[in-house]
């Protein structure tokens, strides 16, 4: 079974600065997709970036880019220059591509985002 | 515009009384999907949809039931609610079950049984 692993329940970064989320999975697949979605106070889940595995080239949205190492299965994501507005709770996600239905969520990063 | 829309945002009822939390999306997406987030668990599955009148049980299905007699509609059932099911619950669609665009989630529904 996929399992995904964020090992980091909080986290916190001044603004302006850089912080780095990690997320490792578990996977004897090849092909697959991998998301980071944002969740603030509202609760709204709010795609931020994916990642296709076949690509390996990291993906990029703005202030937002991840660090992807398929052979360790890693999946970080980092955002630069951060902003008051980052602060959420951040869920790294796993999804088959070929086979099966289903999103595989982390447990979850909560970033503060210090003024 | 685009949107998955769930009813009601919050919700308190007494255990055993059955409820419906309604989800409809406007895309004309085949698969749909319930989730309950808890804290430091994540979002896990309780039921999904292929396409309509397709269903099948997620990761966590006891206690719930879901239909799929449109495409457009995907409830989730609660018929006999317990304080254990008290959670925020998600539904969320997308284009096909392997979308690589991944999901649209509607806001959330926090339940609260007593």
């Known amino acids: 079974a996929q399992t995904v692993t964020q090992s980091q329940p909080e986290m916190s970064v001044q603004e302006a600065e850089t912080v780095t989320l990690s997320c490792t999975y578990d996977?004897?697949?090849?092909?697959?997709?991998l998301f980071w979605y944002k969740q603030p106070p509202s609760r709204q889940m709010i795609l931020v970036i994916r990642?296709?595995?076949?690509?390996?080239q990291n993906a990029t949205e703005n202030r937002f880019s991840v660090n992807f190492q398929k052979a360790a299965k890693s999946f970080s994501l980092k955002i630069s220059d951060s902003q008051l507005g980052d602060a959420a709770m951040y869920f790294c996600?796993?999804?088959?591509?070929?086979?099966?239905?289903?999103?595989?969520f982390g447990t979850g990063t909560s970033l503060t985002v210090i003024p | 515009e685009a949107q998955v829309t769930q009813n009601p945002r919050y919700l308190i009822t007494v255990t055993g009384k059955k409820l419906t939390v309604t989800c409809s999306q406007n895309?004309?997406?085949?698969?749909m999907s319930w989730y309950r987030q808890d804290p430091g668990l994540g979002l896990r599955q309780i039921y999904y949809?292929?396409?309509?009148?397709?269903?099948d049980k997620g990761d966590v299905p006891e206690g719930y039931k879901v239909s799929r007699k449109e495409k457009r509609n995907f409830p989730l059932i609660l018929e006999s609610p317990s304080p254990n099911q008290t959670s925020l619950y998600f539904c969320?669609?997308?284009?096909?079950?392997?979308?690589?665009?991944?999901?649209?989630f509607g806001s959330g529904t926090r339940l609260t049984v007593v």
């Open positions: 969320a669609s997308s284009l096909r079950p392997r979308d690589p665009l991944g999901y649209t």
């Open positions: 996977t004897s697949e090849s092909d697959y997709y």
């Open positions: 990642q296709e595995a076949y690509k390996q």
């Open positions: 996600a796993y999804r088959r591509g070929n086979t099966g239905n289903q999103f595989y």
């Open positions: 895309m004309n997406h085949e698969y």
């Open positions: 949809s292929m396409n309509v009148e397709v269903t």
